[in-house]
């Protein structure tokens, strides 16, 4: 026997299910970025860069699905709220995925000079945000309000590394000119790893809305 609530639910994990497929597909992007800058690995780099294809394809997908789901089903309070949150959570997940190249690309215009200073603080900075996504999805997946907030106190950590190495290097560069294009560059990797500590920070608060209906920042 046919049952609607059933087969809308089906539609809703299935939803759901391509979110966390996306978010993997990010995080593994993540990871080799700063695999590639760590070991100067331009090729990694470059297969990494091609892996956003298929992030803005799932992406694609989600919100199609989305659409047709509240176009036909006409969901209300709850699903609504979990057909929305997959929507923005898809475009927070897809800036993650962007920054991800912006950091290949960094790391390709590093990779023929030795860097004026070990990488210390940035890969501090890539454990952490890693930690923060798989959490976000975890959260995503078992709707624990518990996890999001210990991934908000990770988020204010990123935070001050990103305060730390930016007064650090703008010293390096005032000090000694010949730094400031290799110095820029790792500002500017540290400011894309702190934006998408804010765009997982963004999940957060989606799964948030999701369970609690009120919408706004956590921190």
Request: hydrophobic share 45%; charged share 30%.
């Amino acid at each position: 026997m046919y049952n609607p609530r059933a087969s809308f639910e089906k539609h809703l994990e299935g939803l759901e299910s391509l979110l966390l497929e996306m978010g993997r597909a990010a995080e593994t992007m993540l990871e080799q970025a700063l695999a590639a800058l760590a070991r100067r690995d331009v090729d990694l780099a470059e297969e990494t860069i091609l892996l956003d294809d298929r992030v803005d394809y799932l992406k694609h997908v989600i919100e199609s699905k989305s659409m047709e789901l509240i176009a036909t089903q006409q969901p209300a309070a709850k699903d609504l709220r979990r057909i929305l949150a997959a929507i923005l959570i898809a475009s927070d997940i897809e800036r993650v995925a962007d920054y991800s190249v912006n950091i290949c690309e960094s790391a390709v215009r590093l990779a023929d000079k030795p860097l004026f200073k070990p990488l210390i603080d940035i890969p501090k900075m890539e454990q952490l945000v890693v930690k923060m996504l798989k959490q976000s999805l975890e959260a995503f997946v078992c709707r624990s309000l518990k996890l999001i907030e210990q991934m908000c106190a990770l988020d204010e950590e990123v935070d001050d590394l990103y305060d730390a190495l930016y007064e650090e290097l703008k010293q390096f560069m005032k000090q000694d000119p010949t730094l400031v294009d290799q110095a820029v560059e790792l500002v500017l990797i540290s400011r894309h790893l702190e934006r998408i500590a804010d765009h997982i920070t963004n999940i957060g608060e989606r799964v948030y809305y999701v369970e609690t209906g009120v919408f706004g920042e956590l921190q």
